[in-house]
């Protein structure tokens, strides 16, 4: 099994369920907090996937643009949670 193949029917069947389930878990998420943590997940999950499709179709533009979701992703991290925790100040 080479590495292209590994990717197509291992890996990303994986990240696909995953992201699917991440996503059940921000819909049915009970708090904020939870919220917050599943869709930094789910970002992830995603910058996984164009992860996996930059190295099969041997694009580097699209690694470029997984660093920038993943800068995104935690910027909006920590701004949520700096927020969350001046909410609970008051």
């Not at 099994?1 to 389930?21: Q, W």
């Not at 599943?38 to 179709?57: E, K, N």
Request: net charge positive; proline share 2%; charged share 15%.
């Amino acid at each position: 099994m080479s590495l292209f193949e590994y990717l197509h029917y291992i890996i990303l069947p994986i990240l696909v369920v995953s992201a699917v389930l991440i996503l059940w878990r921000f819909i049915k998420g009970p708090s904020i907090a939870d919220k917050i943590v599943s869709l930094d997940l789910l970002i992830t999950t995603g910058i996984g996937i164009i992860a996996v499709y930059s190295i099969i179709y041997n694009q580097s533009t699209l690694m470029d643009t997984a660093l920038i979701l993943a800068l995104i992703a935690f910027l909006s991290t920590v701004a949520l949670s700096y927020y969350l925790e001046k909410r609970k100040r008051k």
